[in-house]
T-cell receptor, first 114, second 108 residues
Framework: ETGVTQSPTHLIKTRGQQVTLRCSSQSGHNTVSWYQQALGQGPQFIFQ???????GRGNFPPRFSGLQFPNYSSELNVNALELDDSALYLC?????????????FGPGTRLLVL | KNEVEQSPQNLTAQEGEFITINCSYSVGISALHWLQQHPGGGIVSLFMLSSGKKKHGRLIATINIQEKHSSLHITASHPRDSAVYICAVTKTGNQFYFGTGTSLTVIP
């Protein structure tokens, strides 16, 4: 059974650029959640995708968008990058969205915006 | 104000000490989770609680629903316990709402 994987592991961008981060969910999981973790802070919920549809969104501006594919892998896109977007981006997959369904986290993508 | 607050933010202990990390929340929840994050960034789920107490090895987690408070205890702490411990809650679905984390360092 393959765990949750994310790519790339590290990324450096400049202000105003666009970035796409990728997440492959664990086998059999149809739900992917994305989180942003700034240095020294706890992760913040960005959004969740369930069966290719957005299923909940945190307090992030529209320049944060996402996508889930038929194989349940997911992308996080961030447009017009700002310095404050520098963070660790974590994805987590689960079997469904019910509160008892455990989420399994990927290793994260470290994004640095200069 | 964060919906989930943890204390302390940083904790240094000698090997063998008993450790307590506290979590308070201000919203209605369906469950409370304790997670462990190692320096590389990976997060592992330790406990999911909706009432009472759970124990796994040297780790014990308790929750008081009326007081909206949970504690994570580590008995006989060991340097390999050094990590960031994060409290998170779920509301209606399984999206996490996290505390800021407690960075634990256990010195040999």
């Amino acid at each position: 059974e393959t765990g949750v994987t994310q790519s790339p592991t590290h990324l450096i961008k400049t202000r105003g650029q666009q970035v796409t981060l990728r997440c492959s969910s664990q086998s059999g999981h149809n739900t992917v959640s994305w989180y942003q973790q700034a240095l020294g802070q706890g992760p913040q919920f960005i959004f969740q995708y369930y069966r290719e549809e957005e299923n909940g969104r945190g307090n992030f501006p529209p320049r944060f968008s996402g996508l889930q594919f038929p194989n349940y892998s997911s992308e996080l896109n961030v447009n017009a990058l700002e310095l404050d977007d520098s963070a660790l981006y974590l994805c987590a997959s689960s079997i469904g969205t019910a509160n008892q369904e455990t989420q399994y986290f990927g290793p994260g993508t470290r994004l640095l915006v200069l | 104000k964060n919906e989930v607050e943890q204390s302390p933010q940083n904790l240094t202990a000698q090997e063998g000490e008993f450790i307590t990390i506290n979590c308070s929340y201000s919203v209605g929840i369906s469950a409370l989770h304790w997670l462990q994050q190692h320096p590389g960034g990976g997060i592992v789920s330790l406990f999911m609680l909706s009432s009472g107490k759970k124990k796994h090895g040297r780790l014990i987690a308790t929750i008081n629903i009326q007081e909206k408070h949970s504690s994570l205890h580590i008995t006989a702490s060991h340097p390999r316990d050094s990590a960031v411990y994060i409290c998170a809650v779920t509301k209606t679905g399984n999206q996490f709402y996290f505390g800021t984390g407690t960075s634990l360092t256990v010195i040999p």
